[in-house]
């Protein structure tokens, strides 16, 4: 389960964040504050894994708040929020490392991008380090670096391509493993339904290969793997 701290002083879009937060699986919001103090008491007491931070608020402000969580070794991701755009603004949250930026008023859909850009990186060091690996090769940054392209596809109907970069872009960090269709839906916290509609349509244009196995209970169980 993600935990969620959504920093906002605005009662009614602190309540609209955390709907938006609750509607998707495996994830709580574990407090609503707005301002520096309860922001880094929250941080010292709860395993916070995504802060909702925005930038106005009555006495900090939120460029500021996320410097200072930086100062005291924070790494926790942050997805920032704010009615305002300005470069410099934009620029600072970048260096200091945010998932995303996203300007009021958004959509819940915008929101669910940003969400899945989360996911998407916690999936990636979760799945490349182990207790005796704590390393990353050139091989394994790259694939982070290099999101797999799917703009140019034309997706059928129902299918998003920013989950379909998630998709891929686990696949691609074991290039050579044989996955189920439960483990990806574990791996990215997707319905098993869903994934076995991404998963036929990467079939589809022969991007991955699959072989029909039978499980304990009979029921036929699908293996992919990335075609070469």
Known sequence: MYKVLIVEDDPMVAMINQDYIEMIENFEVVGCVSNETDVLNSLKSINVDLIILDVFLPNSNGLDILK???????LTDVIMVTAANGIEGVKKAMAYGVVD???KPFQKNRFNEAI???????SFFQTTSTINDLNLSQDKIDIFYTKPSVENLELPKGLHEKTLARVLDLLLKEKNKIWTIREISKELNISNVTIKKYMDYLESINKISSTMTHGNIGRPEYNYRLNR
């Open 68 to 74: 200072k969580i930086r100062e005291q070794q924070y």
């Open 101 to 103: 930026y996203l300007v």
């Open 116 to 122: 899945d850009k989360f996911l998407t990186k916690k």
